[in-house]
């Protein structure tokens, strides 16, 4: 991780405020700010999930979606996922659509650090094979959209809290190929 890496910090409505170092901003105070997630899907129509590594400084060791991210400064959403795609897991993106544009969530770890997260919600195609980077990623497996339902469904605390919110609404509006209500 970048130590300078800049996140945007947001108001309670969501307007721009100002920034902050990435690495200041997660704590047990986590001001609200800008983020986004992304599920990356394969030709099939497959959902990458990971594992966040160990090394990571929230949820180490959860399976999430596919990865996740900060806009910085001025950057517009679409250019930061594709960004993010390409240096944590090494993959161009293609197809690209904002799913859930007002989502966003609070949630407190194990060891006390919060997110607070204004975090749109995208669905991508993967251009080529994946190779996270192990200081990202620790495990990683395409599964079929309703296989992912069932685990979380099952057994939610293996999984990170935005993903345990967001699947069920990106199900209900139809995001995934093939599933309910799916394109």
Avoid at 79 to 104: C, N, T, W
Wanted: glycine content about 8%.
């Amino acid at each position: 991780m970048d130590q300078t890496e800049l996140v945007v910090l947001l108001d309670d409505v969501g307007a721009p405020v100002g920034t902050a170092p990435k690495c200041d901003v997660h704590t047990a105070n986590t001001p609200l700010h800008l983020a986004f997630s992304c599920y990356l899907l394969d030709r099939e129509g497959r959902i990458l999930v990971t594992r966040r590594a160990l090394a990571k400084r929230t949820w180490p060791g959860v399976w999430t979606n596919s990865f996740c991210g900060h806009p910085g400064p001025e950057e517009a959403l679409g250019s930061a996922v594709r960004r993010r795609g390409r240096q944590e897991l090494d993959v161009g993106i293609e197809s690209v659509q904002e799913r859930l544009p007002d989502f966003s969530y609070r949630a407190v770890d194990a060891g006390g650090t919060v997110e607070n997260e204004f975090c749109p919600v995208f669905t991508a195609v993967a251009r080529g094979p994946v190779a996270p980077r192990a200081e990202e990623v620790m495990e990683w497996e395409w599964v079929e959209p309703e296989a992912l339902l069932v685990a979380v469904s099952n057994t939610p605390f293996v999984f990170s809290p935005w993903l345990r919110e967001q699947l069920p609404r990106l199900f209900a509006i139809g995001a995934f190929p093939g599933g309910p209500n799916g394109a």
